[in-house]
């Protein structure tokens, strides 16, 4: 079954600083690879997403991330990290052959120092 | 972008009765919807797919008898909790999507319901 591990359950850096959240997932297709953001009282937010093509994904609010098939790992990045960028991140895969469906990872939480 | 509400955003009710959370995409329709169940510091976990007009599809270990989803407009899909025991106290989250066969297709999730059950 596919699977989906985000290692670092807790993340702190401070305001200005650059942020790497990572995911790994395991599964022998080639994957369907989404991040989202939930801050409290909000639906879960679509960061990017990574289909085909060129391995590195630009998304909203400054976040990139990039597809490492050798690694089978799509790590989310952002240069300079902003306080409201604090919020719980969660990585997530799907496969044609897996009935359209969502798997996520447990989540990151990102707080921010000022 | 597309909005999801969920109503009601939180709810407490006694063991033994019965909890219905509603699930709307604002403005747009929706073909299909999902609901899913995040306990705390864990990830989501698919409950059941809906298609509009069209039973639910249940995951492995969910129990349909309990969870009763019905997705009976382009833009309502309902959740009942049957029967609720503290067990179910969870928060749960439903998405909607306009293509049912399309899993390139973005999600949109509401903002939640937290259910507790005394």
């Known amino acids: 079954a596919q699977s989906v591990t985000q290692p670092d359950i807790h993340i702190t850096v401070s305001e200005g600083a650059s942020l790497e959240l990572r995911c790994n997932y395991s599964?022998?297709?080639?994957?369907?690879l989404f991040w989202y953001v939930q801050s409290p009282g909000q639906g879960l937010q679509l960061l990017l997403k990574?289909?085909?093509?060129?391995?590195l994904v630009q998304g909203i609010k400054g976040f990139e991330a990039e597809f490492k098939r050798s690694q089978s790992s799509f790590n989310l990045r952002k240069p300079s990290v902003h306080w409201s960028d604090a919020a719980e991140y969660f990585c997530?895969?799907?496969?044609?052959?897996?009935?359209?469906?969502?798997?996520f990872g447990t989540g990151t939480q990102l707080k921010v120092e000022l | 972008g597309a909005v999801v509400s969920q109503h009601p955003s939180r709810v407490i009710c006694k063991s033994g009765t019965s909890v219905k959370i509603e699930c709307r995409s604002l403005?747009?329709?929706?073909?299909?919807m999902f609901w899913y169940r995040q306990f705390p510091k864990q990830s989501l976990m698919l409950m059941a797919t809906s298609n509009e007009g069209s039973k639910a599809t249940y995951e492995q270990g969910v129990e349909k008898d309990k969870f009763l989803i019905n997705h009976a407009s382009l833009t309502l899909s309902t959740l009942t909790v049957t029967s609720a025991h503290p067990e179910d106290s969870s928060f749960y989250i439903c998405?909607?999507?306009?293509?049912?066969?399309?899993?390139?297709?973005?999600?949109?999730f509401g903002p939640g319901t937290r259910l507790l059950v005394l």
């Open positions: 998405s909607a999507r306009l293509n049912p066969d399309r899993v390139r297709e973005t999600q949109y």
């Open positions: 997530a895969v799907a496969f044609t052959g897996g009935g359209n469906k969502l798997t």
């Open positions: 599964y022998g297709a080639t994957p369907y």
């Open positions: 403005d747009f329709q929706a073909t299909t």
């Open positions: 990574y289909f085909s093509g060129d391995t």
